[in-house]
Nanobody
Framework: QLQLVESGGGLVQPGGSLRLSCAAS????????IGWFRQAPGKEREGVSC????????NYADSVLGRFTISRDNAKNTVYLQMNSLVPEDTAVYYC?????????????????????WGQGTQVTVSS
């Protein structure tokens, strides 16, 4: 059974960077699309970025485009989210999620209910 564990969150100043990791165990991620989502206090969960099972399909929320980069390393069964130029509005709990889609399929950010497995989340706080 697939399990996901996020790590890499923490407290950073505006303009700083963090690299989040989503480590999978119990199954390979090769046939999964992976999404990063976040939820800030008092706000609904928001799709941040996702990568398709083939690795070529990438999506980003407008608010993070150009600042965040998603990548996957199938050999390590891990997906990363590099976050640069962080702003206070990025403060949230960040979750990774896996959607079993088969080989070379696109990813989706707006239909998070279709993701099958979720991690426990990691806190990101951007503050001066």
């Amino acid at each position: 059974q697939l399990q996901l564990v996020e790590s890499g969150g923490g407290l950073v100043q505006p303009g700083g960077s963090l690299r989040l990791s989503c480590a999978a165990s119990g199954a390979t991620l090769d046939y999964y699309a992976i999404g990063w989502f976040r939820q800030a206090p008092g706000k609904e969960r928001e799709g941040v970025s996702c990568v398709g099972s083939g690795g070529a399909s990438l999506n980003y929320a407008d608010s993070v485009l150009g600042r965040f980069t998603i990548s996957r390393d199938n050999a390590k069964n891990t997906v990363y989210l590099q976050m640069n130029s962080l702003v206070p509005e990025d403060t949230a709990v960040y979750y990774c999620a896996a959607d079993y889609v088969g080989p070379f399929r696109l990813c989706k950010l707006t239909q998070d209910f279709e993701y099958d497995v979720w991690g426990q989340g990691t806190q990101v706080t951007v503050s001066s």
